[in-house]
């Protein structure tokens, strides 16, 4: 059974670490990415970037290409070491598709560093809405499958689909509109407490009226925003209220730490689908460094 450990600390120097073998990084964006990539430089002894292509169904790890449901051919010469994946530069898929990797490799354990922003970048505004609206994601290119995680469905299959909320409302009204969910079969997902008192209110404003218009009656959880093993925990309970013959779709579109509970979970649960909107993110999307966390998964 797996098992999530987690440490935190409002410094760097504040974690309990020994040095890992291999440090897989995304791009860094913004102040807390480029300190989470140091970070994971000095204490890998070796490092490789990972990024995934929505459009060809490939990843790239250290310039070696291959069919993302190939992942696990890019990490077979590391079973056996300690290996560390830095999601604050990583996106959703490659978290994903390295965690799912891993676990076909039956690594006993592997980690996962988390830097959490002080700030988000709101819309530039003198309204007082505006202190609402984040400017997050440059583009939303559209719902994609993800190679590993696709749940074929049609109007006769039973599903129960669970979206995972952030600040960016119109990520679930897009997903609603394009997918045709029914509204009784959706459920919403909060991150409370949120990273900081009150934040959790910009969540709540943003979605309500796209939760209302769309008559989304499947159920309200909560889980920690920093909390992946809550965000797991979560979707265990959902998953194991299916009906027979249910399937259950994950909508990972709030916290990167949800976001990690959800990929754990995927990648543990080969029956469980995934969908994803794969957003290119806003550079400066946040300022400063409020809190670093490391996640040990253990198998």
């Known amino acids: 059974m797996m098992q999530i450990r987690m440490q935190e600390s409002i410094r760097?120097?504040?974690?309990?670490?020994?040095?890992?073998?291999?440090?897989?990084i995304g791009e860094p964006?913004?102040?807390?990415?480029?300190?989470?990539?140091?970070?994971?430089?000095?204490?890998s002894n070796t490092v490789v970037s990972a990024r995934y292509d929505p459009d060809g169904f490939y990843i790239d790890i250290d310039g070696k290409v291959r069919n993302a449901e190939r992942t696990a051919e890019l990490l077979e010469n590391w079973r056996g070491k300690r290996i560390v994946l830095?999601?604050?530069?990583?996106?959703?898929?490659?978290?994903?598709?390295?965690?799912?990797?891993?676990?076909?490799?039956?690594?006993?354990?592997?980690?996962?560093?988390?830097?959490e922003p002080k700030e988000y970048t709101t819309v530039a505004g003198g309204r007082l809405l505006d202190k609402r609206h984040f400017d997050l994601?440059?583009?939303?290119?559209g719902f994609k499958g993800i190679p590993g995680a696709t749940l074929v469905t049609t109007e006769r299959t039973a599903q129960r689909t669970a979206f995972f909320l952030g600040f960016e409302e119109r990520r679930l009204d897009?997903?609603?509109?394009?997918?045709?969910?029914?509204?009784?079969?959706?459920?919403?997902?909060?991150?409370v407490p949120a990273f900081t008192p009150g934040w959790e209110m910009h969540s709540f404003a943003n979605n309500i009226r796209v939760i209302q218009d769309h008559g989304l009656s499947g159920g309200i959880h909560f889980?920690?925003?920093e909390n992946p093993a809550s965000a797991y925990d979560t979707l265990e309970s959902l998953y194991d209220a299916l009906s027979f013959k249910e399937r259950l779709i994950v909508g990972p579109l709030g916290t990167?730490?949800?976001?990690?509970?959800?990929?754990?979970f995927a990648a543990s649960h080969s029956e469980?689908?995934?969908l994803y909107d794969h957003p290119r993110k806003s550079r400066r999307r946040t300022s400063e460094i409020a809190r670093w966390h490391i996640y040990e998964i253990v198998l």
């Not at 897009?174 to 991150?191: D, H, W």
């Not at 990167?256 to 754990?264: D, E, F, Q, T």
């Open 86 to 115: 830095e999601t604050t530069t990583l996106g959703f898929v490659e978290v994903f598709l390295c965690s799912k990797a891993l676990i076909d490799l039956k690594v006993t354990s592997f980690y996962m560093v988390y830097v």
């Open 29 to 43: 964006l913004d102040e807390r990415g480029t300190a989470a990539v140091a970070f994971i430089s000095s204490n």
């Open 256 to 264: 990167k730490p949800n976001g990690i509970g959800a990929a754990l």
């Open 272 to 274: 469980v689908g995934l």
């Open 174 to 191: 897009v997903a609603l509109v394009s997918q045709g969910f029914r509204p009784s079969e959706v459920a919403v997902i909060f991150g």
């Open 12 to 24: 760097e120097n504040g974690l309990d670490i020994q040095p890992w073998d291999l440090g897989i």
């Open 137 to 141: 994601s440059e583009e939303v290119p």
């Open 223 to 225: 889980c920690g925003a």
